[in-house]
């Protein structure tokens, strides 16, 4: 399964952007879904998770109170707002879908998008 991200770009500090990812063809409705971003010469690293039943959320402690991740089963797919952006947070952004194992864990995720890049201008 590719999951699909979109809504990236550029943007300047401060200001929003909404990701999107969607799983076409698949009902992904049983997976925690979660985002990560990696930015040049760094590691991926975790940012925001739901779990399957959407009454869990989880945030990385540098996006907390910035980010919002929520999902519309309906739709199949899940949503990264992102508020107040800083340059620090400035990468590509992925989304996946896991069954089990952490939430914050890159590892126990199955299915990934292909990426989409956020670059937050100061």
């Known amino acids: 399964v590719q999951l699909q991200a979109s809504g990236g770009g550029l943007v300047q500090a401060g200001g929003s952007l909404r990701l999107s990812c969607a799983a076409p063809g698949r009902t992904l409705s049983s997976y925690s879904r979660g985002w990560f971003r990696q930015a040049p010469g760094k590691e991926r690293e975790f940012v925001a998770g739901i779990t399957w039943r959407g009454d869990n959320k989880f945030y990385a402690d540098s996006v907390q109170g910035r980010f919002t991740i929520s999902r519309d089963s309906a739709k199949n797919t899940v949503y990264l707002q992102m508020n107040s952006l800083e340059p620090e947070d400035t990468a590509v952004y992925f989304c996946?879908?896991?069954?089990?194992?952490?939430?914050?864990?890159?590892?126990?995720?199955?299915?990934w998008g292909q990426g989409t890049l956020v670059t937050v201008s100061s």
């Open positions: 996946a879908a896991g069954l089990k194992g952490s939430i914050r864990d890159s590892r126990d995720y199955v299915f």
